[in-house]
């Protein structure tokens, strides 16, 4: 009789982690499908339960910082991006999350400085370069947008937005031969481009 209990006992706890994993997965389950329906309150509720200081944690952080960017709510996403980076400092997906709801409360130095920080971790990053010119546009620092269209179109050459950041760069700069040359090449990745169309049809 003792050794069976002892078995069971053993099994109880091989089942334990099991069924704690299976509930852990539905909490993420729920979480997304609320996203997909546009829930974004809900799909923040869903993942209450998640512990903080469990080793889903920074996932939980970096999430909830997704959802309240999504649902508008950009202070509070600000807030959970930066709870992410103090847990973990090399952590690039929380700058470049932390981009976002700074690129659209237009706190353009700010979102400058998160997306240069991302690149000292991951040089060349597509992400973190295309954010820097997005927020070197707000800033209208032209000349600073050229250089990074310009790596961006070094790096990934076959994209048409590296493209169209170099030609507004060159556009604004008063370079309209190499301007018209960035659209043109905007167009043969992205044919019907209206932006493009537009500026090659001006007189």
Do not use: C
């Not at 790596?151 to 309209?176: E, I, M, N």
């Amino acid at each position: 009789m003792k050794i069976k209990m002892a078995w069971l006992a053993v099994a109880a706890a091989l089942v334990a982690p099991v069924n704690m994993a299976v509930a852990q997965e539905a909490v993420w389950q729920n979480s997304y499908q609320f996203e997909t329906a546009g829930k974004y309150t809900e799909a923040l509720f869903a993942i209450d339960s998640v512990w903080a200081s469990g080793p889903e944690a920074e996932l939980k952080l970096l999430r909830r910082g997704w959802l309240l960017y999504s649902a508008g709510k950009f202070d509070e996403s600000i807030r959970e991006y930066r709870l992410a980076i103090e847990r973990n400092p090399k952590s690039v997906d929380a700058r470049l999350g932390l981009s976002l709801p700074l690129l659209a409360s237009k706190r353009w130095r700010e979102a400058d400085q998160a997306a240069r920080t991302a690149l000292d971790l991951a040089p060349n990053h597509y992400t973190a370069l295309a954010r820097l010119a997005a927020a070197q546009e707000g800033q209208q620092d032209w000349a600073s947008l050229l250089k990074t269209a310009s790596t961006l179109v070094t790096g990934y050459p076959s994209d048409a937005t590296a493209y169209v950041y170099q030609a507004r760069a060159q556009a604004w700069l008063g370079k309209r031969t190499e301007a018209l040359a960035a659209y043109t090449a905007v167009l043969a990745r992205y044919p019907g481009h209206l932006e493009a169309k537009a500026y090659i049809d001006k007189k």
